[in-house]
């Protein structure tokens, strides 16, 4: 079954424990991206990659980290958890680099105290 | 800097009649336009695309149309469910690369029975 497979589902953690929220996606997708999801801001782009080893940053880079050394593997870092990236995390890939239809993770819910 | 408006957080409609969610954009030319569904708690799910050079696309209920003059995309459901109640997202798509592609706040509808 195709999918976007993020783990894990849920993490509580405290302020400046590092951490890894891993994706994986079983479609052979070159593009993968990261977003976080917040009340009344909607999904906020964190980072993408076009293809391994390419990454660029999206709206709300600061604070996370990622890396692309396989091609279905995207995992992101939070080096210093802070509480303001309390949130639900997606990952999402596709096929290729224009107007392929992204496909979601079920998301993880971070809560750092 | 570019700008994605849906226009309203929330629409609630009668079970049977067609619920119609707006998406506007400013600042860019998308070469696509897509649309998501968002249930509590899930990652989006594709729903239909649509392209710079066509007007409208149908897929079963749903209806897409796209004026590039206007900047604005029109999504109706027909013969509305309950199990339609969802968030409905919009997302124009760059020219050329999938890049920072973004999301706008969505459209809650909840459809009464």
């Known amino acids: 079954e195709a999918q976007v497979t993020q783990n894990p589902r849920y993490l509580i953690t405290v302020t400046g424990k590092k951490l890894t929220v891993t994706c994986s996606q079983n479609?052979?997708?070159?593009?993968m991206s990261w977003y976080r999801q917040d009340p009344g801001l909607g999904l906020r782009q964190i980072y993408y990659?076009?293809?391994?080893?390419?990454?660029d940053k999206g709206d709300v880079p600061e604070g996370y980290k990622v890396s692309r050394k396989e091609k279905r593997n995207f995992p992101l870092i939070l080096e210093s958890p802070s509480p303001n990236q309390t949130s639900l995390y997606f990952c999402?890939?596709?096929?290729?680099?224009?107007?392929?239809?992204?496909?979601f993770g079920n998301g993880t819910r971070l809560t750092v105290t | 800097s570019q700008k994605i408006e849906q226009n309203s957080e929330a629409l609630n409609i009668q079970e049977g009649k067609t619920a119609t969610l707006t998406c506007n954009y400013t600042?860019?030319?998308?070469?696509?336009l897509q649309w998501y569904r968002q249930d509590p708690g899930r990652g989006p799910v594709f729903l239909l695309l649509?392209?710079?050079?066509?007007k409208e696309k149908r897929k079963e209920r749903l209806k897409v149309t796209f004026d590039t003059t206007l900047k604005q995309s029109l999504f109706h459901i027909t013969a509305s469910q309950p199990a339609d109640s969802a968030t409905y997202l919009c997302?124009?798509?760059?020219?050329?690369?999938?890049?920072?592609?973004?999301f706008g706040k969505g459209t809650k509808l909840s459809v009464k029975p």
């Open positions: 600042n860019y030319s998308p070469a696509y």
């Open positions: 479609m052979n997708h070159e593009y």
């Open positions: 990659s076009m293809n391994v080893e390419v990454t």
């Open positions: 997302a124009p798509s760059p020219r050329g690369s999938q890049g920072n592609l973004i």
């Open positions: 649509i392209r710079e050079n066509e």
């Open positions: 999402a890939s596709s096929s290729d680099r224009g107007g392929s239809p992204l496909h």
